[in-house]
């Protein structure tokens, strides 16, 4: 499997289509698409979901989001992106939370190569564990200090969502950032330059053991 990986001419694909966001345009090249985005990109989903459950010793499930774009409620009608999206999750998870977390993400962009893991958004139940754990100025401070290790290796973390605390809760010194997310992701971000190179399997499984932690942690709550 380490031979796996995402063709450079797929970025190059994408990056096509970002100057060429028409229908026409990409039907035209339906067939490059099929060959250079499309099936690579399924085949390394494959690779990466059954390595993640050799890891941690359990089935992943996964999920390659649509390259369509919903323009009903946009004023961007572009119909596509240009950009692949991938979720991975223990198949043993809630439905209704698979994708929302504890997960591992991937975006091929065409400037950048990013993943990550943790939950992309807390639902109800796992929200209100998640307030209670960080409530505990023990508990906050270790999702603190995680954060701030994770953040020494090149790991970067999206603001919280919440200008102020949730209604009912107090923030404490340990936690004033924490209960303000509604979500918490670690991300690894590296540049895709203007010569592409091809991503590769195991590459992508390093930078999964880096943000693993994080992954750790949301499964935890």
Not at 15 to 21: K, W, Y
Not at 195 to 203: K, V
Request: glycine content about 6%; aromatic content about 10%; hydrophobic content about 45%.
């Amino acid at each position: 499997m380490s031979t796996v990986y995402f063709p450079a001419a797929g970025i190059t694909f994408l990056r096509e289509l970002e100057q060429n966001n028409r229908r026409d345009w990409f039907e035209s090249r339906r067939a490059r698409f099929d060959a250079d985005v499309k099936a690579p990109a399924a085949f390394l989903a494959d690779a990466i979901a059954v390595r993640l459950g050799e890891r941690l010793g359990t089935s992943f499930g996964h999920k390659i989001f649509r390259l369509h774009r919903d323009v009903r409620f946009s004023k961007d009608k572009t119909p596509y992106n240009t950009y692949l999206r991938f979720a991975f999750w223990p198949a043993s998870a809630d439905t209704a939370e698979v994708v929302a977390g504890p997960a591992f993400y991937m975006s091929i962009e065409t400037g950048r190569h990013v993943c990550g893991a943790g939950a992309i958004h807390f639902g109800d139940e796992k929200l209100a564990r998640f307030r209670t754990r960080v409530s505990s100025a023990k508990h906050a401070t270790e999702a603190a200090a995680l954060m701030s290790g994770l953040a020494q290796s090149g790991i970067t973390f999206a603001e919280p969502e919440l200008k102020r605390p949730p209604a009912g809760m107090v923030a404490l010194p340990e936690n004033a950032s924490l209960i303000r997310r509604k979500s918490l992701v670690a991300w690894h971000e590296m540049p895709i330059g203007d010569t592409p190179e091809d991503i590769r399997l195991d590459n992508c499984l390093r930078r999964f053991e880096l943000v693993l932690p994080a992954f750790n942690w949301v499964q935890a709550l």
